[in-house]
């Protein structure tokens, strides 16, 4: 561990000053326990998503995320929102009940609302960005949802034979020219901290 962090501290600043991007880096999974503190004095963003906590948590604290962070709510190698609704009734069941706050029986489909909800607690974090996958937006709507939930995933990491074959139902166009979509996501995004 030690030595991870020796070197990182020997290369990532010369990887920095050469460019004037801003650095993102993924440490989700099983990276040295030092990674993080690593990031943070250098600068480097931290990509965070909530079912995937860095800790042992069954999930991470979105009023925890630090500002130098990407928050998302599910990346090219993850199930989308929906999908990951669908995978683990218990799972779901204490996130609908502890992290959302909302009582009784969770649905085993994901609703607009649930989605919503979800991707406001995302807004606002107190992350730097929060960058989204498009099916994870669509989800706030059905009319844009497609109806197989895990049709949606791009990449299955375990499976050699499904590999980034997503593609978007919808075009670009379409979304962009639907009033009624692009007001709602203006209005959406007002509502919450990314609004400045």
């Not at 995320?65 to 204490?94: C, F, I, K, M």
């Amino acid at each position: 561990m030690i030595f991870w962090k020796e070197k990182a501290y020997e290369k990532l600043p010369a990887l920095k000053n050469a460019t004037k991007m801003l650095a993102c880096g993924e440490d989700l999974g099983m990276v040295p326990d030092n990674v993080p503190d690593v990031m943070y004095h250098l600068d480097i963003l931290r990509l965070i998503i909530e079912r995937m906590p860095a800790d042992e948590r069954f999930v991470s604290s979105l009023s925890e995320v630090p500002y130098l962070s990407v928050v998302t709510t599910s990346s090219h190698d993850t199930s989308p929102l929906r999908a990951w609704w669908e995978e683990n009734h218990d799972l779901t069941q204490r996130y609908y009940n502890e992290v959302m706050g909302w009582y009784g029986e969770a649905p085993n489909y994901a609703s607009v609302e649930i989605i919503q909800e979800i991707i406001k607690r995302n807004l606002n974090s107190n992350a730097m960005m929060v960058i989204l996958p498009i099916q994870d937006w669509l989800a706030m709507s059905e009319h844009f949802r497609k109806e197989n939930a895990k049709s949606e995933q791009i990449n299955i990491p375990a499976d050699p034979y499904h590999y980034w074959n997503y593609r978007l139902h919808c075009n670009l166009e379409a979304l962009i020219e639907n009033q009624e979509w692009t007001d709602f996501l203006k209005n959406f995004i007002k509502e919450s901290k990314r609004a400045y």
